[in-house]
């Protein structure tokens, strides 16, 4: 192993050590994120109370933020599961707004999927 | 030297390794579909053939659009159906018969009759003059003058093994599908995928599932009880006592093949534990009940 050989492997390392803490420190955050369909529209910070409405596929959808709870608060649809719903605040969790295709998902680190 | 730095190039290509996720909307819920270790063009073509999977299905079945192959067989019975739509008539014939006529698929009209009341719950279901039958068929054809086929307790999971199926034989073994309750997981590249079970009164996961070439089917759960003069009613009926089930709050069943991890989970949601604990002995599948008194009880098999 020459010296070329040794400082290569260094920078290797230290790019991937980069690239590993970036994903961990990302991930850390407390968020939510909302879909229309597959498409992200809004990301949320969970640690400031706040209303947001978004479009969704029925007309506008109310979001509530509140002591780092999300909620559905107003939106159109046949029987309002997703404002029954109430609040959830655990990653993992989800909030799917069926008719108005709209998904809060509040990204895990420790869940791939999660059946109910 | 050499194989040092193929390993080191190895990781750091491992570390940016793209993840597609898509969310398709059928069968009244959302199926997210996540692909690893693929390129955009091939996630795109898969993303498109499940696309086009789950909706092929859902016209086929979808109970409660009259334009559906299923409705016009519940219309007529001799209309001609396809060959997709008569297997998975053949599967709840076959599963009728396994569990003594428990899991029946011939209830579509007290299922309707339920589905009615959770719409418009002004007050409790007459039903008096509803009659149940189960479906009859020899050599491909069904014998009832009849039929009212609600394929509901089947069609998710048949479609999702479907799914993964496909993805696993055009070179995509790394996946997972999510349909609404109903997880299949290919491969990982941890190793391992972890699935969380939602407790049916908390909405918290009281259960992890850390595998990989999976299915995870749950039937209860908070999300599809609907509250009526302090009762709780569940979608799942009962066709001996014709009201919905009420043996437990929830129950998940873990195996390999996505289509009997479905089925099995109706077939326990409507059996006592005890008898369910029995009759899963015949089934490679582990299952976790949670009971009405919110105690976790476990298959002899699961560890």
């Known amino acids: ?42 990301e949320i910070d969970l640690s400031i109370n706040k209303i947001y409405e978004v479009d969704g596929y029925n007309g506008k959808v109310k979001i509530e933020v509140l002591n780092n709870q999300i909620r559905v608060v107003e939106e159109n649809s046949p029987y309002h599961l997703c404002s029954k719903q109430g609040f959830v605040s655990k990653s993992g969790e989800s909030i ?21 | 030297m050499k194989k040092i730095l193929l390993i080191l190039l190895l990781l750091l290509t491992g570390c940016g390794k793209q993840e597609y996720s898509k969310n398709l909307f059928y069968m009244d819920t959302v199926i997210n579909i996540k692909l690893y270790n693929v390129n955009e063009k091939k996630a795109n073509e898969a993303f498109n053939y ?10 086929l079945t979808d109970f409660y659009d009259s334009n559906s192959e299923l409705s016009k067989l519940n219309n007529d019975v001799n209309y001609e159906i396809s060959s997709e739509l008569l297997d998975l008539i053949k599967i709840g014939y076959e599963w009728n018969i396994k569990t003594n006529g428990l899991l029946n698929v011939n209830i579509g009209n007290l299922t309707k009759i ?120 569940h979608h799942i009926i009962d066709p001996n006592t014709l009201y919905p089930a009420n043996n437990m709050k929830s129950v998940t069943v ?45 298959s002899d098999n699961y560890e």
């Open chain 2, 114 to 233: 339920w589905h009615d009341f959770r719409e418009n719950p002004v007050s409790l279901p007459n039903l008096d003059d509803v009659k149940i039958e189960s479906l009859k068929m020899e050599n491909d054809k069904i014998l009832n003058d009849k039929v009212n086929i609600d394929l509901g307790a089947i069609v998710k999971g048949y479609v999702t093994e479907k799914a993964g199926n496909y993805l696993k034989n055009i070179g995509i073994d790394y996946y997972l599908i999510n349909a609404g309750g109903n997880v299949k997981a290919g491969k990982s590249n941890k190793g391992y995928y972890n699935i969380g079970i939602a407790s049916p009164i908390s909405n918290e996961t009281f259960e992890i599932v850390k595998a990989e070439n999976i299915s995870v089917v749950t039937s209860g759960g908070y999300e599809r009880f609907y509250e009526y003069n302090g009762v709780m009613y």
């Open chain 2, 50 to 59: 499940l696309d086009s999977l789950y909706q092929k299905y859902e016209n």
């Open chain 1, 1 to 42: 192993m020459n010296k070329n050989d040794i400082k290569l492997v260094v920078i290797v390392l230290i790019i991937i050590i980069l690239l590993f803490s970036l994903t961990l420190f990302r991930k850390k955050a407390n968020i939510a994120n909302v879909y229309y369909e597959n498409e992200l529209i809004l």
């Open chain 1, 96 to 116: 799917i707004c069926l008719p108005n295709k709209i998904i809060i998902e509040l990204p895990s680190d420790e869940l791939d999927a999660e059946v109910s």
């Open chain 2, 254 to 298: 873990i195996g390999e093949d996505s289509g009997l991890c479905d089925i099995l989970s109706t077939t326990l949601f409507l059996m006592d534990i005890d008898e369910g604990k029995e009759f899963i002995k015949d089934y490679d599948v582990k299952v976790i009940w949670f009971t009405n008194d919110d105690q976790i009880i476990k």
